[in-house]
């Protein structure tokens, strides 16, 4: 069954410095999401992604978070300068149809730790 | 923006019996309601979803009720068994928005 996968499964990082958050979403799939949970909260829509463009991005998801995708595979969640309220669980999720009316396939999370 | 309120937080039940996990969501425009599955260590899966052009809808063991006039739906789980016992969330989607807004969780806890 085809899934979608996210590298690496944990970062421990220090503050400031740059983390690049990687997924493969599913390949015939047209819609490409980060989310974001906190420990023990709920999970947060960052951004979503389509035709090569961000085509909606929460509050949370300010000037130091960007994303790219690269090549026709990958789909990168880059965070510029690290801060501690950063450390959380990343899901990519992709989706056929618009995620907000058709279902998201989730990975299995990036786990992020800034010290 | 959409705000989706989740309750409860916990919930305990001998196996066997039903679970019952109830959502309100505040944006009248929504017409896509998930529900997603989460397990230790793992991204939430789809279990089931309703669409505001149906009331009631049931797979097996699970079903999922919608109120548009009262804007809450509930997830309904019968015969619960240990691999139930996970975290759910409840979503709403499709008013304007790209995302889905998630409501905070119900940790599921089947007592054997």
């Known amino acids: 069954e085809p899934e979608v996968t996210q590298t690496p499964s944990h970062q421990v990082t220090q503050m400031g410095q740059e983390v690049i958050l990687r997924c493969v979403p599913i390949?015939?799939?047209?819609?490409f999401y980060w989310y974001r949970q906190i420990l023990g909260q709920k999970v947060e829509f960052l951004v979503s992604f389509y035709n090569n463009e961000i085509s909606e991005k929460s509050e949370i998801f300010d000037d130091q978070f960007s994303v790219e995708r690269p090549d026709g595979s990958n789909f990168t969640l880059k965070i510029r300068s690290t801060k501690l309220e950063d450390s959380a669980m990343y899901f990519c999720a992709s989706s056929k149809t618009s995620g907000s009316t058709g279902e998201l396939f989730f990975g299995e999370g990036s786990r992020l730790t800034v010290l | 923006g959409e705000n989706v309120e989740q309750h409860p937080s916990t919930l305990s039940v001998q196996e066997g019996d039903s679970a019952v996990i109830k959502c309100t969501y505040s944006d009248s425009a929504s017409n896509y309601f998930p529900w997603y599955k989460q397990e230790l260590g793992k991204g939430p899966q789809l279990i089931i979803d309703i669409r505001s052009n149906v009331g009631e809808k049931k797979d097996q063991r699970i079903a999922v009720t919608l109120n548009k006039t009262a804007k809450h739906f509930s997830l309904h789980i019968t015969e619960t068994q240990p691999e139930d016992s996970a975290v759910y969330f409840c979503?709403?989607?499709?008013?304007?928005?790209?995302?889905?807004?998630f409501g905070k969780g119900t940790h599921l806890i089947i007592q054997p």
């Open positions: 979503a709403a989607g499709g008013g304007g928005a790209d995302g889905l807004t």
């Open positions: 390949s015939n799939h047209l819609y």
